[in-house]
């Protein structure tokens, strides 16, 4: 199993940044996806997760209708949009396969090195 993040980036408050998550080495359509970040001095934290179909997702309460989760079964993608990015969301972020087929219950089963992201002005 290996997962690939891409999209690092140092931003202002308010504008956007896209991450992508490469994945292969195991059926991924067949798998619930997610996105952790982990700020400095912090414990790590569920930001959004996907179904493996895409069509269900669910996202932390302080980054929803700001950040968007979405999968390309077909390239083995997930993505992760976010807008009008805060300081507070500077972070590393992690993609990781979910141990389980659910929104609500979730564990990084396999996850990715991660990719910073900046939020300053």
């Known amino acids: 199993v290996q997962l690939v993040e891409s999209g690092r980036g140092l931003v202002q408050p308010g504008r956007s940044l896209s991450l992508s998550c490469a994945a292969s080495?195991?059926?991924?359509?067949?798998?619930?996806m997610t996105w952790y970040r982990q700020a400095p001095a912090k414990e790590r934290e569920l930001v959004a997760v996907?179904?493996?179909?895409?069509?269900?997702?669910t996202y932390v309460a302080s980054v929803k209708g700001r950040f968007t989760i979405s999968r390309d079964n077909a390239k083995n993608m997930v993505l992760l949009q976010m807008f009008r990015l805060k300081p507070e969301d500077t972070g590393v972020y992690y993609c990781?396969?979910?141990?389980?087929?659910?929104?609500?219950?979730?564990?990084?089963?396999?996850g990715g090195q991660g990719t910073q992201v900046t939020v300053s002005s």
């Open positions: 990781c396969r979910n141990r389980y087929a659910a929104l609500d219950v979730t564990s990084c089963e396999y």
């Open positions: 080495g195991f059926a991924f359509s067949g798998y619930y």
């Open positions: 996907i179904s493996s179909r895409g069509g269900d997702t």
